[in-house]
């Protein structure tokens, strides 16, 4: 079985499934309240379990506001990266964070496999909730949309 490092952007992750559940942009003008939890972590766990044994996990986000979710996460032994809002944009450079992450973890550690848990297409085709691995793209369980969407962009 394969060695994997899982990188979540949840931060992003949260805010597409927000935006799904609660209507476009509610993710946007909600952001800097508390979060309701709605990504289901277990799934998503139970899924790349199956891909291998997790050596690395990391989490980035802003978890002043994301705080419902820290035991959940930790339960699973996921670190918490806190990334802070930048501009005016709130705009909080995981993917930056994340990159630098991925490479000087793979620079250390060249037996295991990358996995990359997403909420937008910046680091996979389409607007869907997806973990990237070796360039196989997997819809994460969710809300019908999701799944819907996923199959039509596939």
């Known amino acids: 079985m394969d060695n994997v490092a899982v990188y979540w ?3 992003n992750i949260h805010a597409s499934l927000c935006n799904v559940r609660f209507g476009e942009n509610w993710y946007r003008d909600n952001r800097f309240h508390k979060q309701p939890p709605i990504v289901d972590i277990d799934s998503v766990m139970e899924f790349v379990a199956t891909l291998g044994n997790i050596n690395i ?3 980035y986000g802003n ?3 994301l705080y419902s979710y820290h035991f959940h996460l930790q339960s699973h032994s996921i670190d918490l990266l806190q990334l802070f809002p930048r501009g005016a944009h709130g705009k909080n450079g995981a993917d930056i964070r994340m990159a630098v992450d991925i490479i000087e973890d793979l620079a250390q550690n060249d037996h295991i496999t990358v ?3 997403v909420g937008r297409s910046r680091y996979a085709a389409g607007k ?5 691995y070796n360039s ?3 819809p994460i369980p969710g809300t019908i949309k999701q799944r819907e969407v996923y199959h ?3």
């Not at 869907?128 to 990237?132: C, E, P, T």
């Open 57 to 59: 996990n990391k989490a």
């Open 115 to 117: 996995i990359v848990v």
């Open 63 to 65: 978890w002043g506001f």
């Open 9 to 11: 952007d949840f931060e």
């Open 136 to 138: 196989l793209r997997c």
């Open 128 to 132: 869907n909730l997806k973990i990237v």
């Open 152 to 154: 039509e962009s596939s």
